[in-house]
């Protein structure tokens, strides 16, 4: 189940980068990098800091042709995707509490410290959109909207925790589901937001 | 003979890079670190994914040397450069051909899948220059000019196939080099692109 | 001591990225983001460079509250932060020193080249920096600034000469630091910089 749920997340998070490239006029090429840094680069970068070889899509390569494709099915749907916003960003909310809980096992099953098999799904969940960000030269919008870095952290200590109690794995993921899925959402709809920290002065030089 | 054009397109890289630092004004030590990111970046990035230890410039720390002569070189001969475009465009398309080769070499060792022996040539043929623009703070040239990624796979699907066909090495360099060259050369002098997709709709918040 | 005064570098290098994340207008999560990744991400790099797992933070996590934490009081803070601008550039310099020395230690262990046993102590001081500047959309101040690139490296030839000259450990970590810190300090005070590479020609397409 988590498998079938974390290939739909993927296909997701290509489909709506492949959007996002486009409204930077990128070519067929771009759209397909910027998807696969997207849904793929929260994973990578994860396994670079764990030393967790091979990665996951040298090791299943087919995983690239699925963003690939996911990502040029957008160029010709882009209207079409663009208008079920609401389906993508549920799809979206679902990808990072997916992503967290994948990157939170990879993470024990290497043997760190709890916290950083938190900070592990944290990662997972949301490096990919940070570097999307970067590559289209945007300051990350992680660090500006609504709460999302903060869902995957409570969806990961929740999840630590339920395994940590000595329950099913399988209801451990639904737990996790239950909490981190529906937090994501309520922070879309009612707009939560992290307090900015605002702080005007010049640089002094 | 490819280790020799292997360096002859490191240098290349380098001389470019350098003159795009300058055009942002960077210092020297700018200009170095730019010139070692766009030349060496890819194939580091391609040995950090495939876990391919020691780094090629981490066993070969001469090669740093030569990169920042280079740099250095093309601050003092600036205008020579720039004037000599052509030669250079015609020394990164080889590069970008010869990079490509020595990437899908070093997948073929690891014993990787195909698909990801023709992405770890990719990679290794157009990361430096999107490292580049990344701190030079643009948005990826390769994802918006002529046909330049495309090249690189095209060059790798050859290579691979050559060898797979049983052909001795040197003879599908040869191959590899005649598909590659002239089609990167004739993308620039045509200026064939990829179709580009633009979606213009604003992102709706 | 070096241990110590590693610790004091990581907080106030997360105290001033905070600061640059607060100019973005970044949210508390940013914020801690901001500065982890701008003190530990030299490290970090050096480490993923060389292939020297674990990584610093991942077996000691607890730096990374450290890091969080000071980032959080920084945005409480934040106008006395400010004001105290040249306490901070003196902790800044003695951290470049500081990360420099650990860099080269590294680096040595890994019983790597000479060369590289002064990149690794570059890249341990200068990379955080240029990340967060990459976060944070703006080309790396690195790049254009006062001395700074160029005082690690003096610091990691004298500190790594001083260690092959047989003198005690702890005496040469002192020598480098008589070197490196009043460097730094000197090239804030006289606005030391490297020579420019100014390049006005524009690309011609």
Known sequence: MLSIMFYIAITAEAMTAALAAGRR??????VCLIACVTALGGGTTRDMFLAHYPLYWVAN???????????????????????LRWPFLLLDALGLVVFTIVGCNIGMEAGVHPIIVIVAGMVTGIVGG??????CNDIPLVFQGELYATVSIVTGVVYYLGLLAGLP???????ALAVGFPLRVA???FKWEMPRFVFD?????
């Open 187 to 189: 922070a879309l709809v």
């Open 201 to 205: 002065r010049e640089m002094r030089k």
């Open 169 to 175: 794995a399988d209801i451990v993921v639904l737990i």
């Open 25 to 30: 006029n990128m070519d067929w090429f771009g």
């Open 61 to 83: 390569p087919y995983v690239l042709l699925l963003v690939c494709g996911a990502a040029l099915l957008t160029v010709a749907i882009a209207r079409l995707v663009d208008r």
């Open 130 to 135: 940070i570097l999307r960000d970067v590559l």
